[in-house]
Structures are given as structure tokens and as C-alpha cells.
């Protein structure tokens, strides 16, 4: 069975069809692609997937379990976590401070502990600082350790944001734009890094991508959206040369 | 290393005790006369008030402008208990204070009780709606209190007993900034700045927004309804007049000139503003032209208040050192 499994989704905002009909199934270790022109309804199906709309029609099947109707920070405990298309970094926060609000709904304390300093305290606040100081360092980011995560550069935010996501434990990671606003190279460092965060992480990647060489370097699976329907799906070299695909982006030929 | 740490709090409570001495020391020489030690004890009260209106607005990002209704809150229950139970017995302290302790405790509970019904509904919505709701939470506490004859109205609450000295004070502003610094310097309080940088992003990494949000404006709300206590049982007359939104505008104005996200700004801006117009006394009426002068200035030069982001080095809590990190 997949890992997860979205059926017949759709989603209407008034009288506009978002997303009409979405299908996909994640089977676990994949790296998917979902691109589209702008207004496609890519950032909605994220939106739903992670809770933030709840579809008006269709099932969101997760690890067997149905999560249509979940809140968001229950979708993220259950497993499914996300970075955003404009970086959303908690900026007034330090870098490693970042990592560990992520890993607080698995924190051992609670509100008593908190106020009186527990030993339980200490002991949850040492672990959960070796455990992020351990994750900083898989992403080059522990000499920034303290200091506040908006003051980093624009190619380590990303990181940064990354490895967030990664401290709620997922099974399925999805990534909005993650190369957005990187030069070749840094997308090419991207790129390997995705293959190595599924690989080391255990994850299923979904992504939404517009550089193409991204998308095409990246995943195994492509689906193609526009108007909020499906217009194509298959490998990279199949989308890359169907009709439909070309003409969504391109417009319909003289 | 858990020495040194538990040794931090000690510098914290050093620091209070050292101004504690200074002030009473003052006192017994005669230099401070009975009205500057009441100026004093206003402001160890009026600290933990603009801390724990802190906590909602400055460190989670949400925007609570009628604090001073939960203030009331406490302030007239505990003074109910005190002035019912120990109406003939107040001579005696050993009978007097565990009442007066259990008093300001039923208080802050009773305030917090208000807190949640207030933000339990309001604070589910993003945006603006808390403004609204604790405004009109705030005016209509102080309205049933007015129309309520047993806390007497209109006429105010009288001949309460005199609990709260400057001792009283020192000991609530110390335990009450430990609280909730401990909680500031925790996965909790981590939290609660996560949900101010961007609630959208908090959601998406676990966090139950709406749960700790509420949870952080309940305990604000009950520390509030504990200074009403001891603000009471130092006046010895509470009037529903002295809970307005004026007052509470009073607090906003603490916070937001020390330094809203800062715990030293909260105790910086009350020290201040509650001190100034009585060092300016001489300046007679002028001093209603500088005062809200400094303030203009101040949020011109410093718009994040005069501390910014900035703590006193008694309040902070070190970071370990890390093992192999190069910073």
C-alpha cells in the first residue's frame, strides 16, 4: 500500500476550482515532482495535504489513516512535514533554537517542569540540544549555531528551514520552491542533497519545483497540473517531450 | 554545570535582594520617607503586571490591551476573602498571612478562570479579534463590579486589611519573575516566540498554537489577578475606577517603551514610568508635557523599547558550552 495515498481530491474557493480530481500515490523511498505554470493549484495541494485548507471533496490517506479534516500540527506529528515557498524561519530566534521548537511536541517536560527547572527540565533540555547541535552539523550550520536565524545568508535559510522540517522526525518530507531564488550552482548542491536527505532521513520527497533542470535532475516521478487538473504524468523524459506539457507552458503553437 | 546554572538563579534573586537592602536601608536612615517606599512596593507590583501582559503580547505576538480586568478580578476576590474571614483576627500575623497567601492565590485563580473565558474563544481566530474582546472583557468586569453592591459598587471596597509590605512585594516580584523566566527559557517558552515569528510556520512544525496560546494568556491573566491581590492589601481601598482601560493602557505603555520583548524591559519600563512623574514633581504642571515627551522620543530612537532584545545578565540563562563546535 502507499504511504500515501490521495484520491479524487478537490478543492473549491467559491465559485473557482483550485484542484479538480487530484489523484497520487507516494510509495515509500520516492522522490516525486509536482510542477505546474503559476495558479495551477501546486501550493493548494500542499495546503490541503499538510491541513492548512480542508479539501471540499476527496480522501488524504496517510500510513492507513485518513487525514482529511486534521489539524495542521497533527498532520506534522503524524509524520508529514513541510518547508514553504517564501522561507517562514522563526527570524527573532536563534538558529538552533529553530530546531528545537520543532522537536517540542516530542519534548519529555511539560508546563510544570518549565516554570520550576526541573531535573526533568534539564535533562529534556540537554538532549534535545545534543540532538539539534547533531542535526545543525549533517547541515554545515553548527558555527551558526546561536546566532539568530535571520541573519544567516538566503542559501542557509533554506537549509536551515530544511532542517526543521527534518526535526519532526517525517516520513514524507514535501518541499515548496526549494530551489527558488538559488543560482546553478547552489541548485546543483540542492539537488544532491535531496537524493542524500532521502537516502540518510529514510523520506519520500514531494516537491514543487520551477527550475526545470531541477525537476528533471531530481525526481523519478513527475506529475504536470494546470487550471487545477492533471494534464500529464509519467518520468522526466516522458514530460519532457508531451504536448500538453509544452503547451501549458509555452502556449499552443502558431 | 548544574551548580553554576542553579547559581544563575541565585544571581537573580541576589540582584532583587541587593535593591531590596539598598531601598530599606534607605527606609531605616530616613532618607526614603513612607510615600517613596509605597512608590516602591507600586512598582514591584506594577513589574509583574507589565511582565506577565509580556508574556501575551511581547514574547507570543498577540495583542491583549484590557490586562487591568483581570488585575480587578483578583484584586476583589482576594479582598472579599480577606476582609470577610479576618474582619476581627487581623492583629494576629500568624492567622492573617496564611489567609492573605491563600487570598491572593484564590485571586489569581479566579483571574485566570476570567483569563480563559476571554481567550479561549478569541484567541482560536488569527489577528485582531483579542484587541477587541480583552478591551471589552476589561470595561465589562469593571461595570458588574460598579453594579455590584456586595463588592461595593460604586462607593469602592474598603477597609481592607494592610497585607502587603515591602517585604510582601519583593518576595511576589522575585517568585514571579522566576516563574516566568523559567517558562520563557524553555521548549514552552520557545514556543510561544515560534508562534509570534510566524504561527503559520509554528503549526507546521507540531506545535498546537492555539493550546499554548491560550495556556500562556491564562497564566498571564493569573498573574495579573495576583498583583490585583497585592495591590489591594496595599491601598486598602479598591475602586472599580482603578481597574479602567486606562490603567491598563498604563501597562501597554510599561511594556511597550521598556521593551516588549525583553524581561528586563518589563521591569526597566514600569521602574521608570511609575517613578518619573514623582522625581519630576518639581517641574509641577511641565512634567505632564515631558513624560509623554520621553515617550515619543523613546519610540522614535528606541522602537523597540528601551531594552530591545537585550536582558540584564542576572536574568539570562547561560547556554552550555558545546563539545567540538567551532562558533
Sequence with gaps: MALLDIQHLTQFFGGLRAVSDFNIQLEHGEIVGLIGPNGAGKTTVFNLITGVYTPTKGTIVFDGQNIVGKKTYQITQAGIARTFQNIRLFSKSSVIDNIKIAYHFRMSYGNTDAFLHTRKYWQGEQLVDDYAIDLLRLFHLEGHADDLSGSLPYGAQRRLEIARALATKPKVLILDEPAAGMNPAEADELMEMIHWLRDKFDLTILLIEHQMRVVMGVCERIKVMDFGETICEGVPEYIRNDPRVIEAYLGKGA | ?327
Excluded at chain 2, 15 to 34: M, S
Excluded at chain 2, 94 to 122: D, H, K, R
Design chain 2, 1 to 327: 554545570m548544574t551548580f553554576l546554572r542553579r547559581h544563575r538563579t541565585l544571581a537573580t534573586i541576589t540582584a532583587f535582594v541587593l535593591v531590596y537592602a539598598v531601598i530599606k536601608t534607605l527606609n531605616l536612615t530616613g532618607t526614603l520617607n513612607a510615600y517613596y517606599i509605597q512608590l516602591i512596593m507600586l512598582v514591584g507590583i506594577n513589574v509583574v503586571m507589565t511582565l506577565s501582559l509580556g508574556m501575551v503580547n511581547g514574547f507570543t505576538g498577540q495583542f491583549s490591551i484590557g490586562h487591568a480586568g483581570f488585575m480587578a478580578v483578583g484584586a476583589y476576590t482576594s479582598a472579599m476573602i480577606t476582609t470577610v474571614w479576618l474582619h476581627t483576627s487581623t492583629a494576629n500575623p500568624w492567622v492573617g498571612y496564611p489567609v492573605f497567601i491563600v487570598a491572593i492565590l484564590a485571586g489569581g485563580l479566579m483571574a485566570a478562570g476570567a483569563g480563559y473565558l476571554v481567550g479561549a474563544p478569541s484567541l482560536r481566530l488569527k489577528g485582531d479579534y483579542l484587541a477587541i474582546v480583552t478591551l471589552s472583557a476589561n470595561e465589562l468586569i469593571r461595570t458588574v463590579i460598579r453594579i455590584t453592591d456586595v463588592l461595593g459598587g460604586p462607593r469602592g471596597l474598603g477597609g481592607i486589611p494592610k497585607f502587603t509590605t515591602l517585604e510582601v512585594v519583593f518576595v511576589f516580584a522575585i517568585v514571579s519573575v522566576v516563574l516566568m523566566r523559567n517558562y520563557l527559557f524553555s521548549s514552552h517558552g520557545r514556543s510561544m516566540k515560534a508562534i509570534r515569528d510566524s504561527e503559520i510556520a509554528a503549526e507546521a512544525t507540531g506545535i498546537n498554537t492555539t493550546k499554548q496560546k491560550v495556556f500562556v494568556f491564562v497564566f498571564s491573566a493569573f498573574f495579573a489577578g495576583v498583583s490585583g491581590g497585592v495591590f489591594a492589601h496595599l491601598l486598602q481601598f479598591i475602586h472599580p475606577d482603578n481597574f479602567s482601560f486606562v490603567k491598563s493602557l498604563e501597562y501597554l505603555i510599561y511594556l511597550y517603551v521598556g521593551g516588549a520583548t525583553s524581561i528586563s524591559g518589563a521591569i526597566v519600563g514600569p521602574a521608570i514610568f511609575t517613578l518619573l512623574p514623582e522625581l519630576m514633581r518639581s517641574l509641577q504642571s511641565w512634567r505632564m508635557v515631558i513624560y509623554p515627551l520621553i515617550l515619543i522620543l523613546t519610540m522614535i530612537f528606541r522602537t523597540e523599547g528601551i531594552m530591545g532584545l537585550k536582558e540584564f545578565n542576572f536574568i539570562l540563562i547561560p547556554q552550555r558550552q558545546r563539545k567540538g563546535v567551532s562558533a
